[in-house]
């Protein structure tokens, strides 16, 4: 974020260079079996996005409404079809509350990489995802390939208004982003 287009802390006014701000950022995905066997459970093929199923979320985290957003999110790719729900996650407390108030009976994982004792072979077994590849990998194709190059700074209200842009586009959804933003304004 550019210098004093935020409120900064002691330690950020003393230090030069860019003010750095907490991104959220969600991926949701329809699952079918993937190519690939799981090494916890080598009977298993592990699932894998649906061609043109993944979606993207995100939004600065002073900007408030994640949960209820990428719920709509979910409803809008499908959740009342879906025959289980799994949310995928790393350990912060934030999520798995998003997790009880969106999405209450989801199966819940904590990533492989975040946590030591989890129940991976069972997940495994069905064929679930037990790290949170697809959604670290938002994180670069959502936020820093447009939002981190060299020499950009960010306003709080410049980056408010790319992140919607860019996940429409990564959507495919860029015209009915830009009829809601049309009802909007009239």
Same mark, same amino acid.
């Given at each position: 974020m550019r210098r004093g *287009?935020?409120?900064m802390e002691e330690e950020e006014r003393q230090r030069k260079g860019d003010v750095y701000r907490e991104m959220k950022v969600g991926a949701v995905f329809l699952a079918e079996r993937g190519p690939e066997r799981s090494e916890l459970a080598p009977e298993v093929w592990v699932e894998t996005p649906k061609e043109g199923s993944l979606r993207y979320? +995100?939004?600065r985290t002073a900007k408030g409404g994640f949960g209820q957003l990428l719920y709509a999110l979910a409803v809008q790719s499908g959740l009342s079809r879906a025959k289980q729900i799994v949310v !995928?996650?790393?350990?912060?407390p934030w999520i798995w509350k998003l997790v009880a108030e969106h999405f209450p009976g989801a199966v819940q994982i904590v990533d !492989?990489?975040?946590a030591q004792r989890m129940r991976y072979p069972a997940f495994r077994a069905q064929g679930l995802?037990?790290? *949170?590849?697809? +959604?670290? +990998?938002?994180?670069k194709?959502?936020?820093? $390939?447009?939002?981190?190059r060299a020499g950009m700074?960010? $306003?709080?209200?410049g980056l408010? +208004?790319?992140l919607p842009l860019r996940t429409a586009k990564l959507n495919h959804t860029k015209d009915e982003f830009w009829e809601q933003q049309s009802r909007l304004v009239a």
């Open positions: *287009s935020v409120p979320f +995100a939004r !995928l996650g790393d350990g912060a !492989l990489y975040h995802h037990v790290g *949170s590849g697809i +959604a670290e +990998a938002a994180c194709t959502v936020v820093e $390939t447009r939002a981190k700074w960010w $306003t709080p209200e408010d +208004a790319l």
